[in-house]
C-alpha cells in the first residue's frame, strides 16, 4: 500500500503561481513512477504530468508544457507541481498517483491516489 497526501492548493489570480506537493508513505517510494492528474467539474480527469521513477523522464500534457514542472525527490518521499501563469481554465482538483509500471499518461495504469488538492484560479 502507498498513502498519498496532496497539499498546496487554493486560490490564486490568472497569471499567479502555486505549488503542489505530494507526500507519500508506504511502500518505497523510489519504486514508483509519479503522476498529477486534474478533474474539473462536469469534466473528465485528465493527465497533467509524470514523472518516472528516478525522475530522469518527465511527460506534460501539451496545454501544461512550458508552464508546469514536475519534479521529486526520493529522499523526502515527495512529488512536486510547480505550475506558472495559471488561468481560469486550470480551475479543477489535482490529484497525485503512483504507478508501479512505467510512466504513463493513461489513468487506469495508476494504482494509487491521493484525495486531490483544490485549486482555483480567479480571472
Known amino acids: 500500500q502507498v498513502q498519498l497526501v496532496e497539499s498546496g492548493g487554493g486560490l490564486v489570480q490568472a497569471g499567479g503561481s502555486l505549488r503542489l506537493s505530494c507526500a507519500a508513505s508506504?511502500?518505497?517510494?523510489?519504486?514508483?513512477?509519479m503522476g498529477w492528474f486534474r478533474q474539473a467539474p462536469g469534466k473528465e480527469r485528465e493527465f497533467v504530468a509524470g514523472?518516472?521513477?528516478?525522475?530522469?523522464?518527465?511527460d506534460y500534457a501539451d496545454s501544461m508544457k512550458g508552464r508546469f514542472t514536475i519534479s521529486r525527490d526520493n529522499a523526502k518521499n515527495t512529488v512536486y507541481l510547480q505550475m506558472n501563469s495559471l488561468q481560469p481554465e486550470d480551475t479543477a482538483v489535482y490529484y497525485c498517483?503512483?504507478?508501479?509500471?512505467?510512466?504513463?499518461?493513461?489513468?487506469?495504469?495508476?494504482?494509487?491516489w491521493g484525495q486531490g488538492t483544490q485549486v482555483t484560479v480567479s480571472s
Open positions: 498517483a503512483a504507478d508501479l509500471g512505467t510512466l504513463s499518461t493513461d489513468y487506469s495504469e495508476y494504482d494509487y
Open positions: 508506504g511502500r518505497p517510494f523510489s519504486r514508483y513512477a
Open positions: 514523472i518516472s521513477w528516478s525522475g530522469l523522464s518527465t
